[in-house]
T-cell receptor
Framework: AQSVTQLDSHVSVSEGTPVLLRCNYSSSYSPSLFWYVQHPNKGLQLLLKYTSAATLVKGINGFEAEFKKSETSFHLTKPSAHMSDAAEYFCVVSDRTYNTDKLIFGTGTRLQVFP | EAQVTQNPRYLITVTGKKLTVTCSQNMNHEYMSWYRQDPGLGLRQIYYSMNVEVTDKGDVPEGYKVSRKEKRNFPLILESPSPNQTSLYFC??????????FGPGTRLTVL
C-alpha cells in the first residue's frame, strides 16, 4: 500500500529565505505525487504534480519539487519565501490499481513566514 | 466558472439527527471524493466514486453513506451523526488522477 510521510509538522522561515518542505513516500510502483496548499479557512489548491515525466516539477507561485526515486522523496522548495506563502502544505501520493483510485494525504506541514 | 460547491458551509447539529451534505461539480468529472480534515491527521478519504453508480470506501467510511446517481452530484449522508464526526469536510472531483478540484469545505459540529 502507498503511504506518505511529511517529516516536519511546522517550518518557520524569514521572508526572502529559502523554503524546504520534506516529503517521503512509499510505493510499490511508480507513483503520481502532488503538493497541495491550504491557506487559512480556504479549500485546497494544487501547487504541482509529478506523473512520471520530468523529475523536476515546477508549480505555481515559484514552488518546485524534485522526484528522487532512489531516496523515495518529493521535497518541495522555493528559493525565496514570501509572506503570502504562509499556509499548510500537503504532500499526496496516488494509489491507483485496476479497481481503486485513491489519494493518500500526508499529515501536513504548516509554514510560517516571518518578516 | 469551473467549481465544486458544497452545502451547507457550516452546520451545527445534535447526535442522531440525520443530515446530508451536498456536493456538486460542473466540470463533467468522473471521479468524486469526500475527505475529512482533522488537526494533526491531514485529510482522510471517506468515500470515493469513479463514475455514476460506482462508489467505494476510503480509509474512514464508518458512519457515512454516499450515492452517485448523477455525474455532477455526490452527497454525503450521516444517518446518525455522533460527536466524533465533528470535522471539516471537503468534496473533490477530477478526471482520474489529474488535478483534484476541492470544494470550499463544510464545517460540521455534532453536539
Amino acid at each position: 500500500a502507498q503511504s506518505v510521510t511529511q517529516l516536519d509538522s511546522h517550518v518557520s522561515v524569514s521572508e526572502g529565505t529559502p523554503v524546504l518542505l520534506r516529503c517521503n513516500y512509499s510505493s510499490s510502483y511508480s507513483p503520481s505525487l502532488f503538493w497541495y496548499v491550504q491557506h487559512p479557512n480556504k479549500g485546497l489548491q494544487l501547487l504541482l504534480k509529478y506523473t512520471s515525466a520530468a523529475t523536476l516539477v515546477k508549480g505555481i507561485n515559484g514552488f518546485e519539487a524534485e522526484f528522487k526515486k532512489s531516496e523515495t522523496s518529493f521535497h518541495l522548495t522555493k528559493p525565496s519565501a514570501h509572506m503570502s506563502d504562509a499556509a499548510e502544505y500537503f504532500c499526496v501520493v496516488s494509489d491507483r490499481t485496476y479497481n481503486t483510485d485513491k489519494l493518500i494525504f500526508g499529515t501536513g506541514t504548516r509554514l510560517q513566514v516571518f518578516p | 466558472e469551473a467549481q465544486v460547491t458544497q452545502n451547507p458551509r457550516y452546520l451545527i447539529t445534535v447526535t442522531g439527527k440525520k443530515l446530508t451534505v451536498t456536493c456538486s461539480q460542473n466540470m463533467n468529472h468522473e471521479y468524486m471524493s469526500w475527505y475529512r480534515q482533522d488537526p494533526g491527521l491531514g485529510l482522510r478519504q471517506i468515500y470515493y466514486s469513479m463514475n455514476v453508480e460506482v462508489t467505494d470506501k476510503g480509509d474512514v467510511p464508518e458512519g457515512y453513506k454516499v450515492s452517485r446517481k448523477e455525474k455532477r452530484n455526490f452527497p454525503l449522508i450521516l444517518e446518525s451523526p455522533s460527536p466524533n464526526q465533528t470535522s471539516l469536510y471537503f468534496c473533490a472531483s477530477s478526471f482520474g488522477q489529474r488535478e483534484q478540484f476541492f470544494g470550499p469545505g463544510t464545517r460540521l459540529t455534532v453536539l
